[in-house]
């Protein structure tokens, strides 16, 4: 089992910056995958980023330039750096992980979804004026 807890979510306006983080515990050693993902209200979830255990990332094509994502093994905790937030980037973003490797893959969001053994209860982002 393996469990996950986003935190760094907040209200910052257009232009501005956020770092998400993910803490996992429990049996990570086996995750080869670390994604994020995010739901606006009234939308369907879509991928934005993940990382493989050998580092390969993939990105959304919104947010490719923007966003960041990244690991820190030694503490088990994930990382989105989010940058030149937008209204658009508005939504709940989710951490989840995975025992298969990602590739990369984020477009195929239903795919990447159903690939995912765990996933963390969510954090907020408002982007607003």
């Known amino acids: 089992q393996v469990q996950l807890m986003e935190s760094g979510g907040g209200s910052v306006q257009p232009g501005g910056s956020l770092r998400l983080s993910c803490a996992a515990s429990g049996d990570t050693q086996n995750m080869d995958c670390m994604a994020w993902f995010r739901q606006a209200p009234g939308k369907e979830r879509e991928g934005v980023a993940t990382i493989d255990s050998d580092g390969v990332t993939g990105y959304a094509d919104s947010v490719k330039g923007r966003f960041t994502i990244s690991q820190d093994k030694s503490t088990h905790t994930l990382f989105l750096q989010m940058n030149r937030l937008n209204t658009e980037d508005t939504a709940t973003y989710y951490c989840?992980?995975?025992?298969?490797?990602?590739?990369?893959?984020?477009?195929?969001?239903?795919?990447?979804?159903?690939?995912?053994?765990?996933w963390g209860k969510g954090t907020l982002v408002t982007i607003s004026s």
């Open positions: 989840a992980a995975t025992r298969f490797f990602c590739f990369g893959q984020v477009s195929d969001a239903s795919t990447l979804s159903r690939l995912m053994n765990y």
